[in-house]
């Protein structure tokens, strides 16, 4: 596996894409720490473009390079591989390389700025776990996308629409089922229902740990006392986990059986 | 060498393998034949573990295929189609495999063989068919191992590639090498074929020597004999 990972790892390091996708990074976290002049603002609006963002880019680069590797992966799979380590070497070096991007990208500005000198180090690192989470999270969902569906437009339509349901319809929906049932008690369903979208959970948690939520209202406060707790930050955490497991596991169990 | 019982196989609807018993000795050169779509691709792909079959069993040396990965070890596989990663120099794809395979291999005489040299530091996706499928050739060929499946080899190559394929089949069955090999064009088949498998609609239509064809069809030639099997049956 790790032969394939290097082999995977290195055509992505070296295609442009990877480049434009660093410098946009070091480009927003230059312009975000100057313009704001302070690092836990910076971190805010960060988290606004990382939350929809990084997803985005997981999906879109999963999925590209899953039809586009399609020959490297038919080349290889006659060869004396197992055929787990193939995707799973492939799916680690997108996710991987799109990782190093992000926190590089993002890393460099914030230490030229004194990033280790002010205290916002936790949640600049938390910010930056959050999104490497979503990045290997989204890219396992399209590559789970791209092996379920033959037809690339097909494939390519559905893990752009699971993004959209995510980062967009689910709280849509979220908001409107609050609205209709305000007159029972909500906190668990709302909770719940965070947990179970990885967009929302990162959201929630790096605005807790940010201090602001008192912004929230009522809603912030019950958040507060879930995932406020140490408790909570492990739950939240154990589900992130989750949600990268499950789609790398069903990409192995889907693999063994596909025919290609 | 190759021991396949009650193979089945569908993709959808299509039933392509119907219960298909085929067993292959070590040694010697195996053609199989059939029409367009009769399942030969699929009954290789099989073998080699890219098609997973519905129903039935396929064992390499007495050992069972099943989720197994190691046996491709001894296998060499020429696809039919050279579909290879584009953005790859010809000296880099080789070097890939050799690293993936970990095996002695002996790319130097091939590439000067085919007169690939010129095109090492080209991409693959710069090349034309025939330069690709050479490249292909010497991929498959390059290492040492007992069995080589070959989908349609001649595909794209000039005369003069056509002779030294040839008679590099030939020099590896001499090694004792079992060699699976499809074509369409039944002169190289009747060249270098020892034995034929005719498949017709997933199944094992003929198996036998060229000769042994030529009885059964009442025919001197091979093209019009296997035309006759494919005729007599449509």
Do not use: C
Request: hydrophobic share 50%.
């Amino acid at each position: 596996m790790l032969k394939i990972l290097k082999y995977s790892f290195y055509d992505l390091v070296r295609s442009r894409w990877s480049y434009a996708y660093f410098l946009f990074y070091l480009g927003l976290g230059f312009v975000l720490l100057f313009l704001n002049n302070d690092v836990s603002k910076a971190i805010i609006t960060l988290m606004n473009v990382i939350i929809v963002l990084v997803p985005l880019i997981g999906t879109i680069f999963g999925i590209m390079y899953y039809y586009n590797s399609k020959e490297f992966t038919e080349l290889l799979l006659a060869q004396p591989i197992k055929r787990s380590s193939i995707f799973l070497g492939q799916y680690l070096g997108v996710a991987g390389s799109l990782t190093l991007s992000l926190v590089f990208g993002l890393g460099i500005p914030f230490l030229l700025y004194g990033l280790l000198r002010s205290d916002a180090i936790f949640d600049f690192s938390l910010l930056l776990v959050t999104g490497a989470f979503l990045t290997f999270i989204f890219t396992a969902l399209s590559f789970n996308m791209g092996l379920s569906n033959e037809n690339k437009i097909k494939g390519f339509g559905y893990a752009v629409l699971l993004w959209l349901f995510l980062a967009v319809i689910y709280d849509g929906l979220f908001l409107m089922s609050l609205i209709v049932f305000e007159e029972y008690p909500l906190d668990t369903f709302s909770i719940v229902a965070t947990t179970l979208n990885p967009i929302d959970l990162s959201r929630i948690l790096i605005l807790l740990k940010l201090d602001i939520s008192a912004l929230l209202g009522y809603t912030g406060a019950v958040f507060k006392t879930f995932f406020g707790t140490q408790q909570g930050f492990f739950i939240s955490i154990f589900m992130l986990i989750l949600w990268t497991v499950l789609p790398i596991w069903r990409l192995i169990v889907k693999s063994k059986k596909k025919d290609f | 060498m190759i021991q396949i019982e009650n193979l089945y196989k569908k993709f959808g609807k299509n039933e392509v393998l119907k219960n298909l018993n085929l067993s292959i000795g070590a040694g010697g050169i195996i053609a199989i034949l059939g029409p367009n779509g009769s399942g030969k691709t699929t009954l290789i792909k099989s073998i080699l573990g890219m098609v997973v079959p519905n129903k039935g069993t396929i064992a390499i040396s007495g050992v069972s295929i099943k989720n197994q990965w190691k046996y491709r070890r001894e296998i060499e596989y020429l696809p039919q189609i050279a579909n290879f990663p584009g953005n790859l120099k010809v000296k880099e794809l080789i070097r890939m495999i050799k690293d993936l395979r970990e095996r002695p291999s002996e790319e130097e005489v091939l590439i000067s063989l085919f007169g690939l040299k010129p095109f090492l530091d080209k991409r693959l996706s710069t090349l034309s068919g025939g330069t690709k499928q050479k490249v292909n050739i010497v991929l498959t060929f390059m290492f040492d191992s007992p069995l080589i499946i070959l989908d349609e080899p001649t595909t794209g190559l000039d005369p003069a590639a056509l002779i030294r394929l040839k008679k590099l089949i030939q020099n590896e069955k001499e090694k004792g090498k079992t060699i699976l090999v499809t074509s369409h064009i039944m002169q190289f088949v009747e060249e270098v074929a020892d034995e034929i498998v005719y498949l017709l609609e997933g199944n094992i239509y003929f198996k036998g020597s060229i000769h042994d064809l030529k009885l059964k069809t009442d025919q001197t030639d091979v093209e019009r004999a296997i035309a006759t099997l494919t005729t007599a049956n449509a």
